[in-house]
């Protein structure tokens, strides 16, 4: 049965965020947002005297790091607020603001990379020998001077950044409309009781019992959602369209170049997941031919995909239960792991339940100083177990970087974000496998692993693949029609499931609610973070202290090397099809287990 939604402030504040830590008031916010209202002009006054002397140069950098602190601070707080309900005006006109303010500091700066990469190499040699300090950004000067072939000239530069505010427009309108605007109707279970249908509890119904729930959720959500699909449609080919504007600006040869330049990640890794992934399908085929058995249905669909095939060993766990099973799972990290998430956990840096409005699904909100905030859904089920255990690897990823690298390289890069948040998960269910020898409880987990493997692995690989082909329509002129990515999201399920599933038309809707199509080539690192994420999580059980303290020195690192390299730190090798390969053969032999034990 589905719990009624709550209003925010039915909510106990221990259950939300504190998010005082960031500011103590909104009036404290507008005064910093003030301040950042006149940095515009001061960093002007820098235009055209970077190569003037390596003291000029070092005074750049230092001020460009203040000003990033201010601004995450900013746009921390007003994406926050924001998120705990979307149908309030005012935290939306104050993320309209901070994003404002982010957009015209950018415009100003834009000048800053061209300058630098005109500066002459003697002459950058002559700067880091008379300007002590300057050494420390000498990566970053390196990483600017890469781009030199896809920067424009300042006045073009500046004309793109200050086009930045109306590039978000996509991706914003797009998150209003999936979360505070788009409804739908209530839906009957076997038993003819009604539930409450949203976006949070959609997926937490597919994962029930009552088939009959299932097909009319799965039906009543995506009829909804098809009822809407030409304003769906238009908001994505727009945002693919900005993005072909801007990589074509910058002189890259698509957008998928463009999205992997800025993170180091060579075109070969994107092509190698997918292509690992398609020579290994037989394995999805295997995986959907015994799970259509263990369920008992003569035929499998698409609403059958996300309950237990085990469903009498399924747990009701309640959030304090979550906690403290994140603790006893992560326990091989360390104490020093375990004593920021105890700090994280006790000290208010999640917002656990869905209310009215809220943002749905999940994040960790990454540089937001002193510390990172983690958004949940919280449901009391195994799912929302690993989602908490998920987004604190995110949060003590960002956490450590934070506190171990100056702030020119305390970000990471989104290729190495996920690796951090799966690793954790790799943990939790490696611990729950060895804690039980009940064939039952066994059989439950080990589904639940599998699914994982069919929804990170496989599943976003799809997502990667839908991603390469609506990018390719829009750069060869074409526009996206809510009827075309009906067809090819549709022929991709055909594909990624096999004959022994049922597609049922409307699925071909589901990339509609998929936010992720809107972070510009993001998909494909949930699939390469799990490959890596398992890699390491079995080397740090097998290798005791030495292995947990080579994977502490790669979540501080932040983006002090290129992602592959760091990688390497904690021991897995990603410019190489192996991780993937190795990860789906341990696919494969849970899929042998759970075939002996069903």
Request: aromatic share 10%.
């Amino acid at each position: 049965m589905t719990e009624k939604i709550r209003k925010r402030e039915e909510i106990p504040e221990k259950d939300t965020w504190n998010l005082k830590d960031l500011y103590e008031t909104p009036e404290d916010w507008e005064r910093d947002a003030e301040k950042a209202a006149a940095i515009p002009a001061e960093l002007a006054a820098f235009e055209g005297r970077l190569g003037e002397s390596g003291g000029t140069l070092l005074s750049w950098f230092r001020r460009e790091d203040e000003v990033s602190l201010l601004l995450e601070k900013l746009l921390g707080y007003a994406s926050l607020t924001a998120d705990q309900d979307l149908g309030n005006g005012e935290n939306q006109a104050r993320r309209g603001r901070a994003l404002n303010l982010y957009v015209q500091i950018e415009s100003a700066a834009s000048f800053a990379d061209p300058e630098i990469m005109q500066i002459p190499e003697e002459m950058l040699a002559r700067f880091y020998q008379e300007a002590e300090g300057l050494s420390l950004y000498r990566l970053a000067i390196e990483r600017i001077r890469r781009k030199k072939e896809h920067t424009l000239s300042p006045g073009e530069e500046h004309l793109l950044a200050a086009a930045g505010e109306m590039a978000q427009a996509p991706s914003t309108i797009g998150s209003v409309f999936r979360n505070a605007d788009l409804t739908f109707p209530t839906v009957k279970d076997g038993k003819g009781k009604e539930h409450e249908l949203t976006q949070g509890t959609y997926t937490m119904i597919m994962a029930m019992n009552d088939r009959t729930l299932r097909k009319n959720t799965f039906e009543t959500f995506y009829r909804t959602w098809s009822a809407h699909s030409g304003l769906s449609a238009a908001i994505l080919d727009a945002q693919v369209k900005q993005q072909t504007f801007y990589a074509r600006q910058r002189k890259y040869g698509s957008n998928l170049e463009a999205a992997l330049a800025p993170n180091e990640v060579p075109r070969e890794v994107y092509f190698n997941l997918v292509d690992t992934v398609h020579s290994r399908m037989n394995s999805m085929y295997r995986y959907m031919d015994l799970r259509k058995k263990m369920l008992g249905v003569e035929e499998l669909h698409m609403y059958d995909l996300y309950n237990s095939v085990v469903p009498d060993a399924d747990e009701k766990i309640s959030f304090e239960q979550a906690k403290e099973a994140v603790f006893e799972a992560l326990a091989p990290l360390g104490e020093n792991y375990e004593k920021i998430v105890r700090e994280a956990y006790g000290n208010r840096w999640i917002d656990v339940y869905e209310n009215v409005g809220k943002r749905g699904g999940a994040y960790s909100s990454g540089g937001s100083r002193p510390h990172p905030y983690i958004l949940l859904n919280h449901k009391n089920n195994l799912n929302s177990q690993f989602t908490l255990v998920h987004e604190t690897g995110h949060t003590v990823h960002s956490y450590l970087s934070m506190k171990n690298q100056p702030v020119v390289y305390s970000d990471y890069v989104i290729f190495v974000a996920e690796v951090a948040s799966t690793c954790n998960e790799v943990l939790m269910m490696r611990n729950l496998l060895r804690k039980t020898d009940d064939r039952k409880k066994r059989a439950y987990l080990l589904n639940y692993f599998l699914e994982q493997f069919r929804t990170t692995l496989y599943r976003q690989t799809m997502f990667a693949e839908f991603e390469l082909k609506i990018n390719e329509i829009v750069e060869k002129g074409g526009t996206l029609t809510a009827d075309e990515m009906n067809r090819i999201y549709y022929d991709l399920n055909v594909l990624y499931y096999g004959k022994e599933m049922t597609v049922d038309p409307l699925i071909q809707e589901e990339w509609a609610r998929i936010p992720h199509f809107f972070y510009n080539f993001y998909v494909y690192q949930y699939a390469t973070g799990f490959a890596a994420a398992i890699a390491i999580a079995d080397r740090i059980l097998t290798g005791g202290k030495e292995a947990a303290d080579d994977y502490l020195r790669f979540l501080s690192s932040g983006s002090s090397a290129d992602p592959i390299s760091l990688l390497k730190i904690a021991g897995v090798d990603m410019s190489s099809p192996e991780p993937v390969s190795r990860a789906l053969d341990e696919f494969d032999r849970m899929i042998t287990e759970m075939e002996k034990i069903g």
